[in-house]
């Protein structure tokens, strides 16, 4: 429909200039074009002029003004397309997409065979994932422009998101029919045949999609797919003997794919595992540089044949001097059986090589060439680091100083013995170790990045980014171009360093940040869903979107979401005061002459505080600058893109709502994290602190489905009746018939008739040996009677600290430190702390403050030594150099 106040032909011509303009990115034009239209008196309410105005203004970065011409556009003229688009696509660059999609419907009832709408409103349908709404749209498209490409490959995929195989290769099967001129090596038209295959296999039509295969191998350029696809169908199709060939075929191209033996063993139906080692043998034999015939074998084989394998493998790889050997065969220590064998070969090689240079007696008896110096460090770093594995500090360090002191120049040896340390639970000594090995090589930003790393795990943020600034772009902070390039390891352990120090805000920033860099990953997808239809790209498009719905799935945002959380609950428990209240309270409570003290501290801590807020306003100002030519650069290359509200630190950690923020990262935890029984524990905690009944119990039960046996869930039971409880009492009126038969219920079914107290009592008594069972059920004791603290920490106490592992020992005492969980006790954390100590000597937690001070000043001393001992013996070689210099100068003379 056209629109209600048309243009006469002048400015007509004009209102097409103005909308090329746009479409070229000239906006100063543009604006000038919409300015000569306005300025006609007739014109100058003008509502799809008006419009353009705004999104060139949008596009100038002018976003409300933008908003406010578009606006009074729409209202001069609500039955224009024009005017309704033009709303859309502005709510589309403000990332309000739910908005966008009602404008392009609205637009639609005007215009509804408007090609450039139904596109931009196809976009933002499988952006949003509205595959009904996919569907109509592409179904609209595909019968406007039958004749294109295009259109029939967005309708089929729109029936193959909805999982309507059958329709969407049937589409595909009559375009492809009508398809006339087919070029020999046409790489569309080739990935549009392993589309189609791929939808056949996962409608589970397996006869049919390797026919489809074989009729179309000829057509299909990507011959290592077929390939691939052909074997795993005839597979499945139990035609095991037309696969065998396919996979050895497979193996001869790329003899290092894991997947390809595995394939082969099934095709060949080889299951028994001697059998399995002799084909891998034979493997061997006609790949001999090959390193998956060699170590696959270790995972098949047992006994007195894994002990042969083993040993071939590991004198291959100590010969070679292969660092990630002991990280290639980690996974077999999972197998006590195993890593026994590994652990007595390698003590035997040790004690062979450290005597006669061969790795075995009878190596040396026969008179067989002496294996490499290196081999004897090889074996000493293989050591240390699977004590380290098992946990046996002393005996770890013991041969990695063996090893340091055969070559002190290797650096993988200094990395494995800070690694010790770290396990060992002392993080600042890992960190000297990683540091002196970066010393040795510093452009290697493989050890520069671990080295950043340790200096996280010890707290020393500052140090950490100066080091990172090395690989960095010069003239930015190292924290801001760490977070431009989405540096998310880094931002994690930020994040968690901060929580460590209890600088909430800091970590707070690091965590949006990431949430941030994920819902950046998300809105990229935007700019697929047009080029992969044109480039035919189909079946990583299909994967795109399915990595795209579980994105929030990944490590890096479940330790930023999980590191979120539990401040935020922090900040719940515990809300920060204002620095006025803090101050007038010291004053209140203060002495004159202790108050005459503290304001002399408060004038120099003021003059301080002004030093660094000068400071502060200069990286501000750099800052800034930054800042703005990021944005700059933003709007050439992206216009429509919104700007985010910069992160502060204070803002953050003084929320008027922590436990609704702690909501927004929890949801997506709990919708692709849900296999995690830390979600679950964690919403637990939020909805305890919001007294919401139902969604606790809804906690517990998921985190039962999980894992029933996990300590915590008991603790979490024990609170959600005491809850109960407690509700029935403060509440006025009754609650819902049905909110309460389901109360009634999950009670029965978690405590049945007992009391909490002889539920906890139960527990205590059949999880008596372990530590963690134990901790849980001594915290709901205290929980539900806090008389019984004494009995509730002796209980976790007098728990044989031998059988405990580092992790456990330090959850329980900074649960006794810092008295959050059984109340004020001093005295027996400092008792606790010494038995701690003698059990893990190495875990800085477990130390005295004297003994780490004297510890540093022991190492200053060492370097100081080291320094003069280095100036003497320059001197004394400047010494004798100077010598030979008189006594010739002597003999000139």
Not at 512 to 531: G, P, S
Not at 591 to 620: F, G, T
Not at 760 to 769: G, Q
Request: glycine residues 4%; neutral net charge.
């Amino acid at each position: 429909m056209p629109s209600s106040n048309p243009l006469p032909p002048k400015e007509g011509a004009l209102f097409r200039k103005l909308l090329k303009c746009y479409e070229l990115k000239q906006y100063k034009n543009g604006l000038k074009l919409a300015k000569q239209i306005l300025s006609n008196p007739k014109y100058t309410e003008h509502g799809e002029t008006l419009a353009m105005k705004g999104l060139t203004l949008n596009g100038l970065g002018r976003r409300e003004e933008a908003y406010k011409y578009v606006r009074l556009g729409l209202r001069n003229d609500l039955r224009s397309h024009v005017c309704w688009h033009v709303y859309g696509l502005l709510q589309r660059s403000d990332k309000k997409y739910d908005e966008a999609i009602k404008c392009y419907r609205n637009a639609l009832k005007w215009e509804k065979d408007n090609l450039q709408i139904l596109k931009d409103l196809s976009l933002l349908q499988i952006q949003m994932r509205d595959l009904e709404g996919y569907k109509e749209t592409r179904h609209h498209l595909f019968t406007l422009r039958p004749s294109q490409q295009a259109s029939w490959i967005g309708f089929a995929m729109s029936y193959h998101l909805l999982r309507d195989y059958e329709m969407a290769n049937s589409i595909l099967e009559t375009f492809s029919q009508s398809q006339t001129a087919i070029e020999a090596h046409d790489y569309r038209h080739s990935e549009l045949l392993l589309y189609q295959n791929q939808i056949l296999v996962e409608s589970e039509r397996l006869q049919q999609a390797l026919d489809h295969l074989i009729k179309y191998q000829g057509q299909i350029v990507d011959k290592l797919a077929v390939l691939e696809s052909m074997g795993d169908l005839y597979i499945k199709l139990k035609q095991h003997e037309k696969a065998v060939p396919i996979f050895e075929t497979l193996i001869r191209r790329n003899p290092e794919n894991v997947f390809y033996y595995e394939q082969y063993m099934l095709a060949g139906q080889v299951t028994e595992p001697r059998a399995v080692v002799a084909i891998y043998r034979v493997f061997q034999e006609q790949y001999p540089r090959a390193l998956c015939p060699r170590r696959l074998p270790l995972n098949i084989a047992s006994g007195a044949e894994f002990r042969i394998v083993a040993d071939e493998y590991l004198r291959r790889g100590l010969r070679k001097g292969i660092p990630p050997l002991f990280v290639n065969v980690r996974t077999l220590h999972q197998v006590s059986e195993k890593a026994a064998i590994i652990e007595k070969l390698m003590l035997q090689y040790y004690e062979n090589l450290t005597r006669s240079g061969h790795f075995s007696r009878e190596d040396a008896d026969a008179g067989a060439p002496v294996e490499p110096a290196s081999a004897l460090v090889w074996t000493a770093l293989f050591l240390a680091q699977h004590y380290d594995y098992m946990r046996d500090t002393d005996s770890a360090l013991e041969y990695i100083n063996v090893a340091i002191d055969h070559t002190p120049t290797l650096i993988e040896l200094l990395i494995t013995k800070g690694r010790i340390f770290k396990h060992a639970g002392d993080p600042v000594e890992a960190y000297v170790w990683l540091e002196e090995a970066q010393s040795m090589d510093t452009a290697d930003r493989y050890i520069n990045s671990k080295c950043a790393k340790y200096m996280l795990r010890g707290n020393m943020v500052q140090e950490a980014e100066e080091i990172c600034a090395k690989f960095t772009r010069e003239g930015v902070s190292a924290m801001d171009n760490l977070n431009e390039m989405q540096c998310m390891w880094f931002q994690t352990e930020c994040a968690l360093a901060y929580q460590r120090m209890g600088r909430w805000g800091e970590s707070l920033k690091k965590c949006h940040e990431v949430e941030r860099h994920f819902a950046e990953i998300v809105e990229d997808q935007f700019d697929f869903h047009t080029y992969c239809m044109r480039k035919m790209t189909l079946r990583a498009y299909v994967g795109l979107l399915r990595l795209e719905d579980v994105l929030r799935q990944h490590p890096f945002y479940f330790k930023a979401a999980k590191c979120a959380i539990e401040v935020y609950i922090r900040l719940y428990d515990k809300p920060l005061k204002s620095e006025a209240a803090i101050e007038e309270i010291d004053i209140e409570n203060l002495p004159p002459s202790e108050l005459k003290k503290l304001r002399s501290k408060q004038r120099k801590a003021k003059k301080k505080a002004e030093l660094e807020s000068a400071q502060a306003a200069q990286a501000q100002v750099k800052r800034e600058q930054h800042q703005k030519s990021k944005q700059q650069a933003n709007q050439e290359t992206d216009p429509d893109a919104p700007q985010l509200d910069e992160l502060v630190a204070d803002k953050l950690e003084r929320t008027d709502e922590p436990l609704e923020k702690a909501i927004d990262f929890l949801k997506p935890l709990q919708q692709l994290a849900k296999d995690r029984i830390e979600t679950h524990l964690l919403a637990f905690e939020v909805y305890y602190r919001k007294n919401k009944l139902l969604l606790m119990l809804q906690s517990i039960r998921r985190a039962r489905a999980v894992d029933p046996k996990h300590p915590e869930v008991h603790s979490c039971v024990i609170r959600f009746i005491k809850s109960l409880a407690s509700y029935a009492k403060q509440q006025q009126q009754p609650l819902n018939e049905h909110v309460q038969q389901v109360l009634d219920k999950a009670t029965e079914e978690l405590i049945g008739r007992k009391t909490p107290q002889q539920l906890n009592d139960e527990f205590i008594a059949k999880h008596n040996a372990s530590i963690m069972h134990l901790y849980e059920g001594a915290r709901s004791l205290y929980e539900l009677d806090a008389s019984k603290k004494a009995a509730a920490i002796k209980l976790v106490t007098s728990f044989n600290l031998s059988k405990m592992r580092l992790e456990e020992a330090v959850k329980i005492y900074t649960a006794l430190r810092d008295g959050d969980v059984f109340g004020d006790c001093e005295n027996e954390a400092a008792a606790y702390q010494q038995a701690c100590h003698e059990r893990f000597q190495y875990a800085r937690i477990f130390r005295n403050v004297e003994e780490l001070e004297a510890q540093l000043q022991e190492k200053e001393a060492a370097r100081l030594r080291a320094e003069e001992e280095q100036q003497q013996l320059n001197h004394v070689d400047s010494s004798e150099q100077a010598v030979p210099v008189l006594a010739t100068a002597a003999a000139a003379s």
